[in-house]
């Protein structure tokens, strides 16, 4: 069996991040100047606990950061909240680091979508900028750097 590798708490525009991964999505909206909040809230479903880490305002999307592959029960969850959100906001959960420049305009995750017929479907996270600039911002995400008190 794999070892499992702790995350590490990361300090980034006034934010405790619970790793250096959540931390460096956190450089990469900045870079494209989206808006973002760090676990805004909570919500309890089918009596589950469960905090979103980001939340997109001007999309209305949130978003879940796993550095790994993310267990059934962590995908049961962004689902039970894709469901509970459904018609006022979408989920996104992203795996694995921050990827490199990517050459399209997606970054690599399943966008978690409740349709009419209620089933729900994985899809990719479309970004609307530019290529050059989801680029530019995949290479300051992955070149952030936050020890010894750095900020990114």
Partial sequence: MKPKIRAIETRYAGCRFRSRT?????VFMDRLGLVWEYEPQGF????TAYLPDFYLPRLHKYLEIKGGEPSW?????????????AGEDTVSLLKGDVPRASF?????????????????KPSLWLLPFPVDAVDAA???ARSARFEHGENG
Avoid: H, S
């Fill in 73 to 85: 029960p962590e995908v049961e969850k962004v689902l039970k909240l894709a469901a509970a959100v």
């Fill in 138 to 140: 995949l290479t300051a």
């Fill in 44 to 47: 309890v479903m089918d009596g």
């Fill in 104 to 120: 399209t305009r997606t970054v690599a995750g399943i966008r978690c979508e409740a349709p009419a017929d209620g089933e729900l």
């Fill in 22 to 26: 959540e931390a460096r999505y956190a």
